[in-house]
């Protein structure tokens, strides 16, 4: 790679993504880890708009300070407008991982001021991602994996492999950030990208990452389409009685499987559930295909000390709260 060549890449992929937003805001922030990938977008989305740094210190590690405020300087030298620092606690639920996701997301939620936040995810984070999509069997939505333009949230370096980034680190002259829990085979992600896609990309002869990522975009815009249908048949379902906001059974049966499960997520969503599985959707799925007056199916959700169940009552599924 010759020099300038990781930079004009870079700049390449964003300016592609700038071309096709449709956000007319005039800043915009970058989450800035002061990893290789974060620090690179960050060199070429400062030159293009007013950017803000936002740093998020988890405080999981020794010397987490440190690190946060070596990336705020990094950030001011490279043009960014401001540049912040943010500490969270991170909470338990879900494993370490997704704890400290949540903490992560919420910081960035409530520090970005209405401006669109900027990620650093590469085309090998998109390979991973589907690869532990399709390890768990958490369904098609989950292989698609991440979306570049997901308000706020916008990844315009999904077609980069991580190489560029760190080449354009060097030609930067800038030293990033090494994370030890990027190398820590306690972390399930850790070990898909030291130790399962290296071994893809030696037993199929190379290409693997770019591969996955391809099925993303393939079903993602799949994803996309039934999504749509979906939604014009969960208007038709809704029964008529405002105050049940209940899914007439007769309607869901007519339609096709991946649409009525849409449909059934969909309403689920909407009525209050959260952290919904595949194994959750086809279970209310079997209240409509399957019905032998059987209880119904508990779904997560955000209210304490109450449980939110799925049931079906005279030919309609309902939502059902029960004290815990």
């Known amino acids: ?18 071309r096709t937003w449709a956000g007319t805001e005039e800043r915009w922030c970058v989450a800035l880890s002061g990893g290789a990938d974060s620090l690179a977008l960050t060199a070429v989305a400062a030159p293009v708009r007013p950017t803000t ?14 690190v946060a405020e070596t990336a705020r300087v990094q950030a001011l030298k490279l043009g960014c407008v401001a540049a912040e620092v943010i500490r969270v606690q991170v909470g338990t639920a879900g494993g370490p991982e997704a704890a400290a996701r949540t903490a992560r997301y919420q910081a960035l939620t409530a520090a970005r001021a209405d401006a669109p936040v900027l990620l650093g995810h590469t085309l090998d984070d998109q390979a991973e991602t589907v690869l532990l999509g399709l390890g768990r069997g958490s369904g098609p939505r989950s292989i698609a994996g991440m979306r570049p333009y997901d308000p706020p949230w916008y990844r315009p370096l999904l ?5 560029v980034t760190v080449a354009a680190c060097a030609e930067l002259g800038i030293t990033p950030w090494q994370d030890p829990h990027n190398v820590d085979p306690r972390f399930t992600r850790s070990r898909v990208r030291g130790e399962v896609l ?44 405002p105050s049940t906001g209940g899914l007439d059974t007769g309607v869901l049966r007519g339609l096709p499987a991946a649409i009525r499960r849409r449909v059934i997520r969909s309403w689920l969503l909407d009525g209050g559930a959260t952290n919904l599985t595949d194994t959750q959707i086809r279970a209310v799925d079997t209240l409509v295909t399957g019905w032998r007056g059987q209880g119904g199916v508990a779904v997560g959700s955000p ?6 169940f799925a049931v079906r009552r005279d030919g309609v599924l309902r939502l059902h709260r029960e004290p815990v």
């Open 53 to 66: 740094a936002l740093i998020v210190d988890h405080g999981l590690q020794p010397g987490s300070a440190d």
């Open 303 to 308: 209210l304490r000390r109450q449980r939110l």
């Open 1 to 18: 790679m010759d020099r300038q060549s990781a930079l004009a890449a870079l700049r390449s992929a964003l300016s592609a993504f700038e």
């Open 159 to 163: 077609q980069v492999r991580r190489s």
């Open 198 to 241: 290296p071994m893809l990309e030696e037993v199929l002869g190379g290409g693997v990452a770019e591969a996955l990522a391809r099925t993303a975009t393939a079903l993602r815009e799949d994803t996309d389409t039934l999504d749509a249908l979906a939604a014009r048949e969960l208007r038709r379902a809704v029964t008529d009685d």
